[in-house]
């Protein structure tokens, strides 16, 4: 079974520092993977996703994350994290064949807290 | 004009009592899910349906149940509701229900029972 892991309920970064939240994944073949945004009393948002190819993907609002198969982790980065990028966030992981039933399996969340 | 679009936004209601959310996209995606986001914002899906047809269905009681009327409607009956269906219900939808597609959710229905 597909699984992904958050090991940080929280992260408090002050603002202007960089801003890096965890994320590590367990599937069966190469993985699809995702980060989505969760503004207060809103759905989840897009930021950017993993496919193939190069490492470092870059999304929107200056984040990007970085595919380490070796280490089954897609960490999500910031270079100099802004008091609006507080949230909570959630990394995601598709497994590529449909005997996994192609469901997206979310992770537990981070909430990202940016003190000004 | 909204994409994916929940109503009601709030639900609050008795134990025993059944109650329905919809859900409706104009994005013209052909598969749509039910997420469930509990009180400690941890994100389970509950169902799936692409084309009308469910596709993913998890361990959720017989007492949730989806209803696909046309690939732009998933609506979600609960009957006999219990304090543990106290969550936020969201609804999403995907081009295309396998590979690198991205979901877009709904703002959230937030179903307090009482």
């Known amino acids: 079974a597909q699984s992904v892991a958050q090991p940080e309920d929280q992260v408090n970064v002050a603002e202007g520092n960089p801003l890096t939240v965890k994320c590590t994944y367990s599937v069966s073949g190469n993985p699809y993977l995702f980060w989505y945004v969760q503004y207060p009393n809103r759905g989840l948002q897009f930021l950017l996703k993993y496919i193939t190819g190069d490492n470092l993907v870059k999304g929107s609002y200056g984040f990007e994350a970085e595919f380490n198969k070796s280490q089954t982790s897609f960490h999500l980065k910031k270079p100099s994290a802004l008091v609006s990028d507080s949230a909570l966030y959630f990394c995601?992981?598709?497994?590529?064949?449909?005997?996994?039933?192609?469901?997206?399996?979310f992770g537990g969340g981070t909430r990202v807290l940016v003190k000004p | 004009d909204t994409a994916v679009s929940q109503t009601p936004k709030y639900l609050v209601t008795q134990m025993g009592n059944d109650k329905s959310i919809k859900c409706e996209q104009n994005l013209g995606h052909d598969t749509m899910y039910w997420y469930k986001q509990d009180s400690k914002k941890f994100l389970k899906i509950m169902f799936s349906y692409n084309n009308k047809e469910l596709i993913i269905n998890e361990t959720v009681p017989n007492r949730f149940s989806p209803k696909s009327p046309d690939k732009a409607h998933l609506n979600l009956h609960i009957n006999s509701l219990e304090l543990g269906d106290s969550a936020v219900y969201f609804c999403?939808?995907?081009?295309?229900?396998?590979?690198?597609?991205?979901?877009?959710f709904g703002a959230g229905s937030r179903l307090t029972v009482l």
């Open positions: 999403a939808s995907s081009r295309e229900r396998t590979g690198a597609n991205v979901l877009t």
């Open positions: 995601a992981v598709r497994a590529p064949s449909k005997a996994a039933g192609n469901k997206l399996t």
